[in-house]
């Protein structure tokens, strides 16, 4: 079955990038979606095929994916940044989640 | 304003079951297919099942095939799972999501605050 690897933990100080990545076999081939869950709220969708921004999302949040290796990219980083990450994708019909990642505002 | 709200969360017996219902406002609930999403504690992510938008087609992750089912009636916007047979490794957080999909994608646009189940005697 297709694995997505995520770093447990990234810290970034206030008003710096933080740049979270996602592994897979070549993930470049396919569709990468990144969720933002907050302590005691729902998840939220916050760059969908790759790098589009939903609606309601700040510029401050961008995404690539190349080879084996998408990246979830927050700039001039927030307090309200501060929550776990997951990556997504679909392959064989299965849905795979990556394991998140901590992301800590200094 | 358009949400996803879950409930029937709560404590359940080995081997007992739950019923879940996720209840849809502010969009055409008969127009997308819904999923459940599930957390363990302290563990990432994991899909649970999918129901298309008629309610024909429906389906389930390997760790819960023939012991849960999902359904939904779209005269009252509400989306349901229907978990029998529980496990104590079925305790998580239970999220509802909306579904978009396409030939190449597969991902989910709106969430609800999820509800917690744990399983225990």
């Known amino acids: 079955s297709y694995e997505l690897t995520q770093p447990l933990s990234v810290s970034v100080a206030l008003g710096q990038t933080a740049s979270i990545t996602c592994g897979g076999n070549?993930?470049?081939?396919?569709?990468v979606h990144w969720y933002q869950r907050r302590p005691g709220q729902a998840p939220v969708l916050v760059i969908y095929?790759?790098?589009k921004r939903p609606s309601g999302i700040p510029e401050r949040f961008s995404g690539s994916n190349s080879g084996n290796t998408a990246t979830l990219i927050i700039s001039r980083a927030q307090p309200g940044d501060e929550a776990d990450y997951y990556c997504?994708?679909?392959?064989?019909?299965?849905?795979?989640f990556g394991g998140g990642t901590k992301l800590t505002v200094l | 304003e358009v949400q996803l709200l879950e409930s029937g969360g709560g404590l359940g017996q080995p081997g007992g079951s739950l019923r879940l219902s996720c209840a849809a406002s502010?969009?055409?609930?008969?127009?997308?297919?819904m999923s459940w999403v599930r957390q363990a504690p302290g563990k990432g992510l994991e899909w649970v099942s999918t129901?298309?938008?008629?309610?024909?087609?429906?389906f389930y992750a390997d760790s819960v095939k023939g012991r849960f089912t999902v359904s939904r009636d779209n005269s009252k916007n509400t989306l349901y799972l229907e978990m029998n047979s529980l496990r104590a490794e079925d305790t998580a957080m239970y999220y509802c999501?909306?579904?978009?999909?396409?030939?190449?994608?597969?991902?989910?646009?709106?969430w609800g605050q999820g509800t917690l189940v744990t399983v225990s005697s």
């Open positions: 129901l298309s938008d008629s309610g024909g087609s429906a």
């Open positions: 999501a909306r579904r978009i999909v396409s030939t190449i994608y597969y991902y989910f646009d709106l």
């Open positions: 997504q994708v679909w392959d064989s019909s299965i849905v795979v």
């Open positions: 070549n993930i470049g081939g396919k569709n």
């Open positions: 502010g969009f055409t609930f008969s127009s997308y297919a």
């Open positions: 095929r790759d790098s």
